[in-house]
């Protein structure tokens, strides 16, 4: 055989097996590409265990730990559930598994900072020789989603509570406060009045008690922390790093020491313009808001908006009753006077007046006549004067 064929043989031979290897590689990398750019995490475990074998490097992004992490640890999905969730979330895990049914299902595990990241997690039953042996994955993160939906929950039974006015306005705050620490764990959210150009604590549930009672009473201006300033300029005041931002530098003494780091502070304005609160967001850490807490804090305001107002409303109904019926009370007396507390120094005058003209007296007795005249004179002069005063108390 012509050796420059066989060479062309070979040549072609090694040129078809380098193109099947780099098919063969070129897919490989395809799908590890595919699977580490899924908008989620991928994963894969032990059927029996729930051992990891498998994670994308997106659990880092989303949750704040890496591959090797979730792998090497046996318990670490179940020790990273929310405690509120954990024993549901991992029930209806060996529920479906038991029964061999795919299944999705949404629970909220805890970030490697600490914060609640809310998962939709979709498995599937992978079976080897039609026996079930591995589960396979994506959990994403739908946290955006699920905070929004319990904030719109939480929003319409604040407003609820608020508009049977079964509750004070405290209570009523402080629910809304404690509703969304709930959501977002790290916050510690705090509404602070403005009366006479100073700040007084509303509703602060979780803000240090000595923390409060210093900022109670110190007055608005420029420069006068979070809330004073955010009051004074009628703006939203973003302190991200409480000791170095200028307008902590006076009062970053009084935070500091609660270990209160940050401080996002919102003005809250009446239908005047006028303020009439802040709505403020204190976290143990440096922090600057990313957009979803930026829009948090404006759904907030607008609800705290709607409660402020509502009740400075239903403030001026009642006390407009109250006078009300206070000047009917004052009248209901006045009438009572002219027909019965006059009636008594009148009919004494009148007998005295007739005992004077119709009979005859002494001296002496017609001195004590005059002085039983004069007294009655003096005691319906004052009830008359008593009526005249309580009728310039009203509104007649």
Known sequence: M?????????????????????????????FESLV?????????????????SFV?????????????????????????????????????????????KNHIFDYRMISATGDIVWLKD?????????????LRGVMVDVTENKRFEILEQLEKKILALNSDGERSLQQVLSEYLL??????????????????????NWSSPSLPAAYISSINGLEIGYECGSCGTAAYLKEKVIASDIEHDPVWTKYKHLALPHHLLSCWSHPILDSDGNVTA???????????????????????????????????????????????????????????????????????????????????????EKNELLDHLLMSAKELDNVIRDIARKTGETNI
Not at 179 to 200: A, F
Not at 283 to 302: F, G, M, S
Not at 325 to 351: N, T
């Open 122 to 134: 979709i498995v599937s039953i992978i079976k080897t020789n039609g026996v079930p042996t591995l």
């Open 278 to 364: 802040t709505f403020a967001i204190y976290y143990d850490h440096i922090k600057t808001p990313n957009e979803d807490e930026l829009n948090v804090i404006d759904r907030a305001v607008a609800i705290l908006t709607v409660i402020l107002e509502n009740r400075k409303n239903s403030e001026i109904i009642i006390s407009n009753m109250l006078r009300q019926k206070e000047e009917e009370r004052k009248l209901r007396e006045i009438a009572f006077m002219q027909s019965h507390v006059v009636r008594a120094p009148l009919a004494r005058l009148m007998g005295i007046v007739d005992l004077i003209k119709n009979y005859e007296h002494s001296d002496i």
């Open 179 to 200: 509703g969304i620490e709930q959501i977002y764990p790290r916050m510690k959210c705090s509404i602070v009045g403005v009366v006479d150009n100073k700040l007084t």
């Open 2 to 30: 012509d050796l420059s064929l066989v060479n062309g043989l070979v040549d072609e031979k090694l040129r078809k097996d380098a193109q099947a290897n780099a098919r063969s590689g070129s897919w490989e990398d395809r």
């Open 56 to 100: 994308s490097d997106q659990a880092v992004r989303i949750l704040g730990f890496s591959p090797e992490e979730w792998v090497k640890s046996k318990n670490f999905w179940q020790e990273h559930i929310h405690p509120d969730d954990r024993e549901l979330a991992i029930g209806y895990c060996h529920r479906n598994i038991r029964d061999g």
């Open 36 to 52: 580490q750019t899924v908008d989620g995490i991928v994963w894969e475990a032990d059927i029996a265990t729930l051992e990891f």
